[in-house]
């Protein structure tokens, strides 16, 4: 495998690894009491649902700016309203795409936006970089919100522990 196959093999590791974790905590979450989602705590976001929806507004963000169409997509999980079981089932299926996207893009592609009325050009790689560790931030966010409430069973979703599983041929 040549050195770009190499580097692009990684970036899509890491949206598997993505997936993994978002899996892990989905699964938590889906093992407490439904109400548990939108108890009021005190965290970046005002209940694990809102953390949530976060997560996946900036996959679906991101995937979308990647993909050439602006923020546009982001609109979808702003006017979300559904259960907790379809908000998990469609960030699932965001994340799954956000990897899809990984195996035929460019990931030295600048992809140039404005925000705040200010120009910038980053390449596609740095974009998932960033996308994949703002998930593991704000999913240590949602496991210290589990935590507040009650709950101490939570799976681990660190990326060394996908490491491991992938070794043992678990992933």
Not at 37 to 50: C, L, Q, T
Not at 78 to 88: K, V
Not at 99 to 121: I, T, Y
Request: aromatic share 12%; glycine share 6%; hydrophobic share 35%.
């Amino acid at each position: 495998m040549n050195e770009v196959n190499q580097l692009k093999q990684r970036y899509i590791d890491y949206a598997n690894y993505n997936i993994w974790a978002n899996n892990r905590l989905i699964s938590d979450l889906l093992a407490q009491e439904e109400g548990i989602m939108n108890k009021e705590v005190a965290a970046s976001f005002s209940s694990i649902r809102a953390t949530v929806l976060h997560i996946w507004a900036a996959e679906t963000g991101w995937l979308s700016r990647l993909k050439g169409n602006g923020w546009s997509e982001v609109s979808k999980v702003r006017d979300f309203s559904g259960s907790n079981q379809s908000l998990f089932k469609a960030w699932q299926e965001t994340s799954e795409e956000f990897k899809n996207f990984l195996v035929s893009a460019d990931l030295e592609e600048e992809v140039s936006f404005e925000q705040k009325e200010e120009k910038f050009s980053i390449p596609a790689r740095e974009i998932t970089q960033t996308v994949f560790n703002h998930g593991s931030y704000h999913r240590g966010q949602v496991v210290m919100m589990m935590r507040q409430l009650g709950v101490s069973k939570i799976t681990q979703t660190d990326y060394i522990e996908w490491c491991r599983e992938k070794q043992r041929g678990n992933v």
